[in-house]
């Protein structure tokens, strides 16, 4: 909408940090866009931008303002979504956080299905470490996050919440392919591949070998769980992977997986919510209701 154009562009340049990079994504001139930003800090009687020789960046009265232009934007949002719901359109933007291991599978799935359905709303994915997830919540940048091993729940208010199996992968000839079950003692024998601090999945492998006095030995680490599931083929490590993340057809990469026993660890918890107090657009709370449905009917 027009009246917002001008805080568009304030987000625009507190986002680049350059005068003239936002003016090239916003098709202005700089000198325009300058002018824009000189008038707006004159009715407010306050500078918004530190002016460096590297660019620009909001002081303390700029945050402030950012906090409340996105705030307005998220407003918009929900409006524009209920809008369309009251003309018998389905649209509106969804902006989800979550974090590695939701990516590969389950949310591409269901993404897609719901994109049939609803062909005019669109998505924005965007990919967290453990613990950022939830607090780009607080600022509107997110609508959603899908979560597993939250740090923060405090300001999220949460829809489902269910504890996650955990699968060690290996080759299909491996010693251990035939196991119905694991211990994480039988693992140790092995080379590991772990996933690398904070991933949700390794704070539950540790707090597993931990409770039997253990501590685990990476052969590797990666933040790629697709590079540990297939440096798994044909050798002797072992790979992990929560059922979210199970691919679904291993045997084409010779693998196989077997359930690792977690069994009094409190930990290995997937959430999904939003910000506690936030009225959703309907786009938004519509694909959350739809989530809560998918993970509660293959997981609980």
Same mark, same amino acid.
């Given at each position: 909408?027009?009246?917002? +154009? @001008?805080?568009?562009?304030?987000?625009?340049?507190?986002?680049?940090? =350059?005068?003239?990079?936002?003016?090239?994504?916003?098709?202005?001139?700089?000198?325009?866009?300058?002018?824009?930003?000189?008038?707006?800090?004159?009715?407010?009687?306050?500078?918004?931008?530190? #002016?460096?020789?590297? !660019?620009?960046?909001?002081?303390?009265?700029?945050?402030?303002? +950012?906090?409340?232009?996105?705030?307005?934007?998220?407003?918009?949002?929900?409006?524009?979504?209920?809008?369309?719901?009251l003309s018998g359109m389905r649209s509106g933007h969804i902006n989800i956080a979550t974090t590695r291991e939701i990516v590969p599978f389950f949310l591409p799935k269901l993404i897609k299905q719901h994109l049939n359905e609803f062909p005019a709303v669109t998505f924005s994915v965007n990919l967290h470490e453990r613990g950022d997830a939830e607090i780009s919540l607080l600022d509107n940048t997110n609508d959603?996050?899908?979560?597993?091993?939250?740090?923060?729940?405090?300001?999220?208010?949460?829809?489902? =919440? !269910?504890?996650?199996?955990? $699968?060690?992968?290996?080759?299909?000839?491996?010693?251990?392919?035939?196991?119905? #079950?694991?211990?994480?003692?039988?693992?140790?024998?092995?080379?590991?591949?772990?996933?690398?601090?904070?991933?949700?999945?390794?704070?539950?492998?540790?707090?597993?070998?931990?409770?039997?006095?253990?501590?685990?030995?990476?052969?590797?680490?990666?933040? =790629?769980?697709?590079?540990?599931?297939?440096?798994?083929?044909?050798?002797?490590?072992?790979?992990?992977?929560?059922?979210?993340?199970?691919?679904?057809?291993?045997?084409?990469?010779?693998? @196989?997986?077997?359930?690792?026993?977690?069994?009094?660890?409190?930990?290995?918890?997937? @959430?999904? !919510?939003?910000?506690?107090?936030?009225?959703?657009?309907?786009?938004?709370?519509?694909?959350?209701?739809?989530?809560?449905?998918?993970?509660?009917?293959? $997981?609980?």
């Amino acid at each position: 909408m027009r009246h917002l +154009l @001008v805080l568009k562009y304030i987000e625009k340049i507190a986002e680049t940090g =350059s005068l003239r990079s936002a003016a090239e994504h916003l098709n202005i001139t700089p000198s325009a866009l300058n002018r824009r930003i000189l008038g707006i800090e004159e009715e407010l009687g306050v500078e918004i931008f530190e #002016r460096h020789p590297s !660019g620009l960046r909001p002081n303390i009265a700029g945050e402030i303002l +950012l906090k409340h232009i996105r705030d307005q934007f998220a407003d918009m949002d929900r409006v524009k979504s209920r809008i369309a719901d009251l003309s018998g359109m389905r649209s509106g933007h969804i902006n989800i956080a979550t974090t590695r291991e939701i990516v590969p599978f389950f949310l591409p799935k269901l993404i897609k299905q719901h994109l049939n359905e609803f062909p005019a709303v669109t998505f924005s994915v965007n990919l967290h470490e453990r613990g950022d997830a939830e607090i780009s919540l607080l600022d509107n940048t997110n609508d959603i996050a899908i979560v597993f091993e939250p740090i923060h729940l405090k300001e999220m208010q949460t829809v489902y =919440s !269910g504890h996650q199996p955990v $699968f060690c992968i290996m080759s299909a000839d491996h010693p251990l392919a035939d196991r119905e #079950r694991l211990k994480i003692y039988d693992c140790t024998d092995f080379p590991l591949l772990l996933p690398k601090d904070p991933e949700g999945i390794r704070q539950v492998l540790d707090a597993t070998a931990n409770k039997i006095g253990i501590s685990l030995e990476p052969a590797l680490e990666s933040n =790629s769980l697709d590079l540990l599931r297939l440096m798994s083929q044909d050798s002797k490590a072992l790979s992990f992977s929560l059922a979210i993340n199970h691919r679904p057809e291993l045997e084409n990469d010779r693998l @196989v997986s077997v359930p690792l026993d977690t069994k009094g660890i409190q930990a290995s918890l997937l @959430v999904a !919510g939003y910000l506690r107090g936030r009225t959703l657009p309907v786009a938004a709370a519509r694909f959350l209701e739809t989530l809560n449905k998918e993970l509660t009917i293959k $997981f609980n």
